[in-house]
Nanobody
Framework: QVQLVESGGGLVQAGGSLRLSCAAS????????MGWFRQAPGKEREFVAA????????RYADSVKGRFTVSRDNAKNTVYLQMNSLKPEDTAVYYC?????????????????????WGQGTQVTVSS
């Protein structure tokens, strides 16, 4: 069974930075794309970033382009989300997710329906 565990969330002032980590276990991590999503209070969960299994392709929501960077270390079975220039509107619970199938090497899904496994989430709060 695939398990995903996020960490690194917390409280930060606007303009600050945080790095989230997602540790995966239960299967060959390096063969699967990974994604980050977030859900703010009263809103639906939304796509943030995704990375292909090779790390060669990344995709971002328009709202975080230029501020967030997704990366992965296949040797450590971990995917990261570096968040810079944080804004109050980035406040949300952040989730990492993995699909059930490996897909093409360039695959980096952006929709929730393409992911089958989810972590428990980590809270990010950005104060103004």
């Amino acid at each position: 069974q695939v398990q995903l565990v996020e960490s690194g969330g917390g409280l930060v002032q606007a303009g600050g930075s945080l790095r989230l980590s997602c540790a995966a276990s239960g299967r060959t991590f390096s063969s699967y794309a990974m994604g980050w999503f977030r859900q703010a209070p009263g809103k639906e969960r939304e796509f943030v970033a995704a990375i292909s299994w090779s790390g060669g392709r990344t995709r971002y929501a328009d709202s975080v382009k230029g501020r967030f960077t997704v990366s992965r270390d296949n040797a450590k079975n971990t995917v990261y989300l570096q968040m810079n220039s944080l804004k109050p509107e980035d406040t949300a619970v952040y989730y990492c997710a993995a699909p059930d199938h490996s897909g093409r090497p360039s695959s980096a899904p952006v929709t929730e329906g393409e992911y089958d496994y989810w972590g428990q989430g980590t809270q990010v709060t950005v104060s103004s």
